[in-house]
C-alpha cells in the first residue's frame, strides 16, 4: 500500500504593506520604520524598511493551507530578530491577516496617529494597561479600574558619578 507524502509544499508569499503617518507635513522628520510579519507562533516571517512612500513588500513562505500572520508597523529596531513583544513595547501597530494559498498577494493598510509615531522619532517607550486601585468591601479586597485616568511614565537611567 503506498502512503501519501503530508508534507506541505512551500508557496512564495508577497505581502504589500503601507503606512499612513497621519497628520505629517512635507517639512517635519519622519522616524524610520518598518513593516513585520509574524507566523501566529511569533516567529519573524520577514522584515523591510518603508520606503519613501510608506510602503515595503515582505516575502515569505506559507504551506498550501495558508495560515494567519500578524502583520506589525512600527521603528525600525536594530536588534537581530526582533520580538512581538518588542514591537509592541516601542508602539507599533498590528493587523491580523489569513494568508489563502488563492491569494499570494495580499495587502495590509495601516494608519498611525501623530501620538504613535512621534514617539517612533525620539525611541519612546509605549505602555498599555489598566491602572487599578485596591478597595476593601465587606472585608473582601478588590481591585477595580480607575476611569479616565492619565499616568507619566519617566523612564530614568542611572548617572554613576565617580
Known amino acids: ?3 501519501k507524502d503530508d508534507k506541505k509544499t512551500p508557496r512564495a508569499v508577497r505581502l504589500n504593506v503601507s503606512a499612513n503617518l497621519l497628520e505629517t507635513k ?4 519622519l522616524p524610520k520604520s518598518a513593516a513585520y510579519a ?3 507562533g511569533g516567529r519573524l516571517l520577514a522584515r523591510q524598511a518603508l520606503n519613501e512612500k510608506n510602503g515595503a513588500t515582505l516575502s515569505f513562505n506559507v504551506a498550501d493551507e495558508g495560515g494567519r500572520i500578524r502583520v506589525m508597523v512600527g521603528p525600525e529596531l ?3 530578530e526582533p520580538t512581538i513583544d518588542d514591537l509592541l513595547r516601542h508602539g507599533a501597530v498590528e493587523q491580523t491577516l489569513r494568508i489563502d494559498a488563492r491569494n499570494l498577494n495580499p495587502t495590509a493598510t495601516f494608519q498611525v496617529i501623530p501620538s504613535i509615531w512621534r514617539c517612533w522619532l525620539l525611541g519612546l517607550c509605549y505602555v498599555r494597561g489598566t491602572l487599578l486601585k485596591r478597595v476593601l468591601s465587606g472585608g473582601v479586597s478588590l481591585e477595580l479600574p480607575v476611569c479616565n485616568a492619565t499616568v507619566e511614565i519617566y523612564e530614568v537611567d542611572p548617572l554613576r558619578i565617580l
Open 1 to 3: 500500500m503506498a502512503q
Open 26 to 29: 512635507g517639512a517635519e522628520q
Open 38 to 40: 509574524f507566523s501566529s
Open 78 to 80: 536594530e536588534e537581530k
